[in-house]
């Protein structure tokens, strides 16, 4: 019987060892009671440095800011308190030599007769997988530049044609038509709007953040519009179901300029008037921003392509608007935005913010 159970335990511990992640156990006491070759080539600790220290203390002591980590909060600590399991995607362990590394790693409740034992923890070293999504990263801003540059060529290339064939046109002829500056005038114009969209593309080397009144931010944005509206005859309405005293942390004049694009495609959207909703809700730990008209609604086909550059479903249009909408939102606020669409009903773009009234 005792030979059974040492060869049992010799080949469950082969089998452990033979397995590429790291792999430990701890008990109730956070004593560790498991630990395979790959946990010791990952960190360099042996078993035996575990007699003396605890392993939270030796792994997973700090942050990547240099922040010291308390044992009471470690994720690990609270599963093992509460016999859950866990998943942790990026995280870092310590090394031996004083180095670390980043690991996802999971957390699973060790089961004996029906009670909770313990924990099984199994990470794996992320460092080749990091560095294999930065160069998919860096091969996918190269390809978007590449588009881009693309999708300027094209764009400012129709004006400038038009341009030169004018020049051309009068300097041949030493005639002044006032409709030929009216046509120049227009196509000056267009390449400025892409010039002016595509620097607002790019994100500011100094981003000034702000607490703002969500309420007082989009009432500012509506006075500036307004006139347009009125125009078309369009009803801006607001709906905020939250404090108007709320708080978004935000850079000011960027999050105008969403509302504002948001707006304006609105409003081009509406030919017959109508009204535009702008309903503000509070959820949780973010904020909804929904802008809805009741135009005459994007295909689906369509709203696929929204964003991309200088693809628009305006005559005149650079397609630029909503990828400057998408940055500001997504990169330098850390929300999203969604499309949702019904053709002859309308459209509602809704922009989704975290609330770091706090910060």
Same mark, same amino acid.
């Given at each position: 019987m005792q030979n059974e159970i040492e060869r049992l335990s010799h080949v469950n511990q082969l089998i452990l060892d033979s397995v590429a992640e790291g792999i430990y156990g701890i008990d109730l006491n956070a004593k560790v009671i498991l630990w395979n070759k790959a946990a010791e080539s990952l960190t360099g600790y042996a078993i035996t440095d575990f007699e003396s220290d605890n392993l939270h203390n030796l792994i997973h002591h700090t942050n990547r800011e240099g922040e010291h980590i308390p044992l009471q909060q470690c994720p690990v600590y609270h599963a093992l308190n509460s016999g859950e399991n866990l998943f942790i995607k990026d995280d870092i362990f310590w090394r031996k030599d004083g180095s670390y590394f980043p690991v996802e790693y999971t957390a699973n409740p060790m089961i004996e007769q029906g009670k909770h034992v313990g924990m099984v923890i199994t990470f794996r070293d992320m460092t080749e997988k990091k560095k294999t999504d930065e160069i998919l990263l860096q091969w996918e801003k190269?390809?978007?530049?590449?588009?881009?540059?693309?999708?300027?060529?094209?764009?400012?290339?129709? !004006?400038v044609t038009s341009l030169k064939g004018f020049f051309q046109l009068m300097r041949a002829n030493k005639e002044y038509n006032d409709s030929y500056f009216d046509i120049m005038d227009s196509e000056f114009n267009r390449i400025e709007s892409i010039i002016k969209e595509l620097l607002m593309f790019s994100k500011p080397h100094e981003s000034h953040y702000t607490n703002q009144k969500i309420a007082s931010l989009i009432e500012e944005v509506i006075m500036l519009m307004e006139p347009q509206a009125l125009i078309k005859n369009i009803n801006i309405a607001t709906d905020y179901d939250t404090s108007s005293e709320a708080m978004v942390y935000c850079i000011e004049h960027q999050l105008k300029q969403v509302f504002i694009n948001?707006?304006?495609?609105?409003?081009?959207?509406?030919?017959?008037?109508?009204?535009?909703?702008?309903?503000?809700?509070?959820?949780?730990?973010?904020f909804l921003i929904q802008v809805t008209d009741d135009g005459a609604g994007i295909p689906d086909d369509v709203i696929e392509k929204l964003g991309e550059p200088f693809y628009s479903t305006k005559e005149n249009g650079t397609g630029l608007g909503l990828m400057v909408?998408?940055?500001?939102?997504?990169?330098?606020?850390?929300?999203?935005?969604?499309?949702?669409?019904?053709?002859?009903?309308?459209?509602?773009?809704?922009?989704?913010? !975290?609330?770091?009234?706090?910060?």
């Open positions: 190269l390809s978007l530049v590449g588009q881009m540059a693309a999708g300027v060529a094209h764009e400012i290339r129709n !004006p948001l707006i304006k495609n609105a409003l081009e959207a509406m030919e017959n008037g109508g009204t535009i909703v702008i309903k503000v809700q509070h959820i949780n730990d973010e909408t998408n940055n500001i939102i997504k990169n330098n606020h850390q929300g999203a935005i969604h499309v949702e669409s019904q053709l002859g009903k309308g459209t509602t773009f809704t922009v989704r913010l !975290p609330n770091f009234e706090n910060m």
